[in-house]
């Protein structure tokens, strides 16, 4: 098994402008989350989804956008990048409480 | 109050030293309690989980203290490899439109020296 994987794993954007992260798991998970990870400090829950179809938005959710229409994918969109996006950004699967995470996208906006 | 708290460190020991690592928790109704690796640039890994028996797995020990919302790691005959920051997290209920959510703290940075 793969486990989760993460496309891209490096990418630098301009201010302004969009990408989607991808995120993708082949353990059937039904919950998926994504996080950032800012230096020295705690991962944050962006938004996260209990099954395909369904949605919610974490902790810091702002200038970010999702969608889950498969079990198997959960990517991750950003509208309008701003440098304080910059960050390591990490998908996630699990079953309600254990949690698999992906190799991480490091993204840098400038 | 933060909802998981850890002492960042860093924590030096020397190759073969005990070391130990402790983590409070604000919300007294957590259910779940876990304990994972980061090595430098790259993704948590599940460790171990916490049980309210306490668990052990080969040198590693956790423990629970419900009563003072606590937990802490111990590791046993320190190993270079041991070197990497430890997340204390925790499942608690967040409300009823999210259901339980895991709360990570910011970790505790070990490094073990020869």
């Known amino acids: 098994n793969a486990g989760v994987t993460q496309t891209p794993k490096f990418r630098i954007l301009k201010i302004g402008q969009s990408m989607t992260l991808q995120c993708t798991q082949d353990?059937?998970?039904?919950?998926m989350y994504w996080y950032r990870q800012d230096p020295g400090m705690g991962l944050k829950l962006i938004y996260y989804?209990?099954?395909?179809?369904?949605?919610d938005k974490g902790e810091v959710p702002n200038g970010y956008n999702v969608s889950r229409s498969t079990t198997e994918d959960f990517p991750l969109r950003l509208e309008l990048a701003a440098p304080s996006q910059t960050s390591v950004y990490f998908c996630?699967?699990?079953?309600?409480?254990?949690?698999?995470f992906g190799p991480g996208t490091r993204l840098t906006v400038t | 109050r933060k909802e998981v708290e850890q002492d960042p460190g860093p924590f030096n020991v020397p190759e073969g030293a005990t070391v130990a690592f402790n983590c409070t928790y604000s919300?007294?109704?957590?259910?779940?309690f876990f304990w994972y690796r980061q090595d430098c640039r790259k993704e948590p890994k599940l460790l171990m989980s916490?049980?309210?028996s306490g668990n052990e797995d080969g040198r590693f020990t956790a423990q629970l203290n419900r009563a003072s919302q606590y937990i802490s790691l111990l590791i046993r005959d320190s190993k270079l490899s041991d070197s990497a920051t430890y997340l204390c997290?925790?499942?608690?209920?967040?409300?009823?439109?999210?259901?339980?959510?895991?709360?990570f703290g910011k970790g505790t940075s070990l490094l073990v020296t020869p």
């Open positions: 996630a699967s699990g079953r309600e409480v254990e949690q698999y």
């Open positions: 353990m059937n998970h039904n919950y």
């Open positions: 989804s209990v099954g395909a179809g369904i949605t």
């Open positions: 919300n007294s109704a957590s259910q779940s």
């Open positions: 916490v049980y309210s």
């Open positions: 997290v925790v499942n608690s209920w967040a409300d009823s439109n999210s259901g339980y959510a895991l709360n």
